[in-house]
C-alpha cells in the first residue's frame, strides 16, 4: 500500500491479464488512518518481501484478524509466527494456492484470523518500551 516496487510493470500486466482483474484492488498510497478498513475487508494480506527490519504491514493487518502470507525470510517468520502461512517469496505457485485456501475454506480462513488475533497482541508499544528500559537497565549494570 504504496509506492510502486520493483517489477510494478511485470506484475500490473499479469493482473491485466488475470481472470480475477475485476476483484484485484491496486490502492497506491493509503493514508494510515484508512489502514484498518482496508485490512479488516479482506480476505487475506499477501506479503512477499525479501527483507524487512521488523515486519508493520503484516502485523498491522493481523491485529485486524486478517490472515497473512507472508515470506518465510528476515524479521517476518518471528512477527507472524505461526498465524499465518510462510512461504518462500520467490514461491508463486505457493503463494497462489494459499490465496486460494484462505479463499475457499472459510473455516480455515477464520482459525488463522482468530490466531492473528492472539498473536498481534504479543507486540504493543508498552512491551517494547519495556523491554527497551530492561535492556538498558541490564547493560548499565554490567
Known amino acids: 500500500m504504496g509506492a ?7 506484475i500490473f500486466a499479469e493482473i491485466a491479464n488475470s481472470a480475477l482483474r475485476d476483484r484485484i484492488i491496486i490502492t497506491g498510497y493509503v493514508d494510515d ?3 484498518a478498513g482496508i485490512y479488516s475487508g479482506a480476505i487475506a494480506f ?5 527483507y524487512e527490519g521488523f515486519g508493520l504491514p503484516p502485523l498491522e493487518a ?8 507472508t515470506s ?3 524479521s517476518l517468520p518471528e512477527v507472524v509466527g505461526d498465524a499465518g502461512i510462510l512461504l518462500d517469496p520467490t514461491d508463486r505457485e505457493g503463494m497462489c494456492q494459499a490465496l486460494l485456501e484462505l479463499y475457499s ?31 538498558y537497565n541490564a547493560a548499565l549494570s554490567s
Request: hydrophobic fraction near 30%.
Open 46 to 50: 499477501v506479503y512477499p518481501s525479501f
Open 62 to 69: 493481523m491485529q485486524c484478524g486478517t490472515p497473512v502470507i
Open 72 to 74: 518465510n525470510t528476515s
Open 105 to 135: 475454506q472459510p473455516d480455515r480462513r477464520q482459525h488463522l484470523s482468530k490466531k492473528s488475533l492472539e498473536r498481534a497482541n504479543c507486540f504493543s508499544w508498552e512491551k517494547f518500551t519495556q523491554a527497551t528500559i530492561a535492556a
Open 4 to 10: 510502486k516496487g520493483q517489477n510494478y510493470d511485470t
Open 33 to 35: 488512518t484508512d489502514l
